[in-house]
């Protein structure tokens, strides 16, 4: 069983910049990051596999988000710059036992319980 606590979520101005961190209990290998709004589906935001060599990002995020995992701590973290308004959501971290970096919650089997961005203008 795999356990994920988030952290770093908060209030920003657009333009600003938050950091947000994983820390997992137990192995994992693919981590991901996913926001949801209100009334709306989950959304892949970006993923990085147990050795960081490979990494994918949401199109919208490109540029301004940067995935990135410390296996010694069992940590990963989500650099997010230059922040939208359009980016307020819950975040939530995602671990997955696949070796690729899947962009679908469905390959993603453990789950955290989500911390919360939120972006004015």
């Known amino acids: 069983q795999v356990q994920l606590v988030e952290s770093g979520g908060g209030l920003v101005q657009a333009g600003g910049s938050l950091r947000l961190s994983c820390a997992a209990s137990g192995r994992t290998f693919t981590m991901g990051w996913f926001r949801q709004v209100p009334g709306k589906e989950q959304r892949f935001v970006a993923a990085?596999?147990?050795?960081?060599?490979?990494?994918s990002y949401e199109d919208s995020v490109k540029g301004r988000f940067t995935i990135s995992r410390d296996n010694a701590k069992n940590t990963v973290n989500l650099q997010m710059n230059s922040l939208k308004p359009e980016d307020t959501a819950v975040y939530y971290c995602?671990?997955?036992?696949?070796?690729?970096?899947?962009?679908?919650?469905?390959?993603?089997?453990?789950w955290g319980q989500g911390t919360q961005v939120t972006v004015s203008s």
């Open positions: 995602a671990a997955s036992r696949s070796f690729g970096v899947p962009t679908t919650a469905g390959m993603y089997s453990y």
């Open positions: 990085i596999n147990w050795s960081a060599g490979s990494t």
